[in-house]
């Protein structure tokens, strides 16, 4: 018991704060349960946010480099907190690390599908899936502008609002490795079923033309994205085939329906629900 007493004392005073005098985070606590383990609360608070063009998670590119056309992120860190000195000197870097968090991811998976995975599960710490334990994200952005609290990156995969929980520089001479091994991605490429080529009809087209570009723009991406990728049901997809022999793609409350023919997706009809 006088183990245990130390060590929830220890723990529990190390990192607490209490009201804005103290400057320090309120960023670990140890509890010690009934059979004396030790287990770990991380706290955090977010230094800021960031604005960028993707409000649905299903619009986001899945990396920065992936991005298929040119975007434009601003973070925006929190006032009172001196930060217009902390981001003093990274104005000299061309990109830079940052570290989020997926605010509207609830549950981890230890196993998931990755968009290149093929239809093979893998464990989630050798993906970037957002489905992790501490819903944290790390992104490698090309940083364009640096001005007093704000910073304006490119081509973010962030959604819009995200919290951001740190901003690190990137430095290629000690970060950059071009031999290291890439896993199962490296197989993966290796092994790249051919590509489908994805066409839209005049009455799917019509059918979303009433929303706005942004929209728009998102759904073409979407579909082109999956169903150019693989366009065949999956227990993990939100695909389904008919009894006509055509497939469904649910999106929101979207619904596609499309036919394959060879490397050919069609893509014919488009009803809300």
């Known amino acids: 018991m006088r183990e245990k007493d130390k060590a929830l004392g220890m723990f529990t005073n190390a990192f607490l704060f209490q009201g804005k005098e103290e400057r320090g985070m309120k960023a670990l606590k140890a509890r010690v349960d009934k059979e004396g383990e030790k287990s770990w609360e991380l706290v955090v608070r977010p230094i800021g946010i960031i604005r960028t063009p993707y409000q649905a998670k299903y619009a986001a590119p899945r990396q920065p480099a992936s991005s298929t056309r040119s975007t434009i992120g601003v973070i925006e860190l929190n006032a009172g907190m001196n930060f217009e000195q902390a981001l003093e000197d990274v104005d000299g870097f061309d990109y830079i690390w940052v570290l989020f968090r997926f605010h509207q991811n609830h549950h981890w998976k230890p196993k998931v599908l990755p968009p290149n995975s093929g239809r093979i599960k893998r464990g989630v710490f050798a993906t970037r899936s957002p489905h992790r334990p501490n819903f944290i ?47 199962w991605i490296a197989e993966m490429h290796d092994q790249t079923p051919p590509q489908f080529r994805v066409t839209l009809s005049r009455k799917v087209e019509a059918a979303i033309r009433p929303l706005e570009q942004s929209a728009r723009n998102e759904i073409s991406e979407y579909l082109h994205s999956v169903l150019g990728r693989d366009p065949y049901p999956h227990a993990y997809r939100r695909i389904k085939s008919q009894i006509d022999g055509t497939f469904v793609i649910a999106l929101k409350r979207w619904r596609f329906k499309y036919r394959i023919a060879g490397t050919l997706v069609h893509v014919f009809d488009a009803r809300r629900v």
């Open 137 to 183: 994200g790390l992104s490698l952005c090309r940083l364009l502008e640096v001005c007093r609290r704000t910073l304006k990156i490119e081509n973010p995969d962030m959604l819009d609002g995200t919290p951001v929980l740190d901003i690190k520089p990137y430095i290629p001479r000690i970060e950059c490795f071009p031999k290291a091994r890439s896993g």
